[in-house]
């Protein structure tokens, strides 16, 4: 296990970054076709392909999730993906058609202080072909792909991963890009409101404060700047219907590690996917619990994506946990 949402069987994740522009886009490639469903919970939501992960709907499975910055530009990502995969022969067969389906949301990232003046068209489908070519195990966290351009309210965002095994063997790994319109820490040292769920120091081990901390309101000053955007993925076997109430349990992970979330124009988003390599022995329990993993993991998520961010190379650029707090 390495603390990756690939330590979950058959997945794997790549980034490609813009640094001129300051932002970027992350690819998650299912080795086999995933089950997925996902639950929006913000209120501006950039999506991708989402009505086919209705329980309802005809399609049962996908085969990749992109996650972008670059607002509603950023929904080019998909395509890049899919291309890449229609090149692997991949896809939904339709007769002798081959057809890649690529749900993907995105992020608010367009003041990150690059130059979003990219001519006619946004770099965004090459750089969602070029995440899916990198496509690997391991993989970097922070300011890297769907997280290089994100922020919160008074810290640089990123990209950050968590996994975990529960009591029935199964996998759980969540991969999120912190871009909130709050903020991830509480009181003046760097503590992080995911600090209950922390496993090995994984975002510095500061705990809780000493004292009892007042939690402040803080909003950026834009809501429209923003949104985090996230998978949980399990190996277990699990039917659409199943996967989407995983993916509602899941979305508690965002309300732990942030504050506020949720917010009318956030576009919080998380996806799931099922690999499908281990059956339930008790499909209710078994999910109950896997649920709740999976909000632990995504808080994790969320508190090592700002954790393990760097600061931007731009005047006024937001300072990183670690400029401010040290190591």
Known sequence: MKNLVTDVPGILVGHADDAKA?????AIIF????VASADIRGGGPGTRELDLLDPVATVERIDAIALSGGSAFGLDAGAGVQAWLAGQGRGFAVGPARIPIVPGAILFDMFSGGDKNWGRFPPYRELGYAAAQNAAK???LGSVGAGYGASTQNLKGGIGSASARSESGHVVGAIAAANAAGRVTLGGDGHFFAAAFEQDNEFGG??????QAKVELALKGDLRQNTTIALVA????LTKAQAKRLAVMAGAGLAIAIHPVYTP???DAVFTAATGKKKLDDPVRDLARLGALAAQCLARAVARGVYEAASLPFPGAQPSWKD???R
Do not use: I, M, S
């Open 138 to 140: 391991n993989f970097a």
């Open 22 to 26: 300051a932002t970027g886009t992350t």
């Open 206 to 211: 500061r705990g809780f404060p000493k004292a």
């Open 234 to 237: 399990t190996d277990a076997v």
């Open 31 to 34: 080795e086999e076709p995933a």
């Open 324 to 326: 401010k707090y040290g």
């Open 265 to 267: 124009l956030d576009g």
